[in-house]
């Protein structure tokens, strides 16, 4: 059972470009969290996804950020307009259900130039 | 105030020391995650517990629902568990702010 995984590991994108970080969760798992975490500081939610739904985007920036989970695929995490404060490592995490273990992908780090 | 408040927030020991991390929640939160951090890495789910304890080789989670409270400990400390130590509560994964362990040999 492959954990779960997020691609790509590191991405460098411009000021201005689009940013797409990819999370397949482990199989079986239907809920997906978002994570950002800043250079030298703790994660901070970002947003909660179930298949096809929004369930709790209360951490996510109104502008620029959204985020998606299809019906078939990965759930993907989609910056517009990047900056450079935008540079982060990103994590996903996927569990079963709501209140069981949440398991991580080893993250995107975006660098912003 | 956050849900979640951990201590330390730094600790250091020497190679062999009985380690103690400490986490305090608040209400409506019923279990609660161990997670591990490496500098620069990824993030190890270590225990998710709602009562009792858990052990997995040198690691131990204890919970007390009714006190609010969950230690992690880390039994003949070893250079290698040098790393952040987090709690966090389900539901949005509401974190601490983590133990940053350094065990010197």
């Known amino acids: 059972n492959a954990g779960v995984m997020q691609n790509p590991r590191h991405l460098v994108r411009r000021r201005g470009q689009e940013a797409r970080l990819r999370c397949s969760p482990m199989k079986g798992h239907s809920h997906v969290y978002w994570y950002r975490q800043l250079p030298e500081e703790g994660l901070k939610f970002m947003v909660y996804?179930?298949?096809?739904?929004?369930?709790?985007e209360s951490g996510m920036p109104k502008e620029r950020f959204s985020a998606e989970f299809p019906k078939e695929g990965p759930s993907i995490l989609r910056i517009q307009q990047v900056v450079r404060g935008d540079s982060a490592a990103y994590f996903c995490a996927s569990s079963a259900t709501q209140n069981t273990e949440a398991f991580f992908g080893q993250g995107t780090r975006l660098t912003v130039v | 105030k956050n849900e979640v408040e951990q201590s330390p927030q730094n600790l250091t020991a020497q190679e062999g020391e009985f380690i103690t991390i400490n986490c305090s929640y608040s209400v409506g939160i019923s279990a609660l995650h161990w997670l591990q951090q490496h500098p620069g890495g990824g993030i190890v789910s270590l225990f998710m517990l709602s009562s009792g304890k858990k052990k997995h080789g040198r690691l131990i989670a204890t919970i007390n629902i009714q006190e609010k409270h969950s230690s992690l400990h880390i039994t003949a400390s070893h250079p290698r568990d040098s790393a952040v130590y987090i709690c966090a509560a389900p539901r949005k994964l509401t974190f601490g702010k983590g133990t940053l362990l350094t065990v010197n040999p």
């Open positions: 996804l179930q298949k096809e739904n929004i369930i709790d």
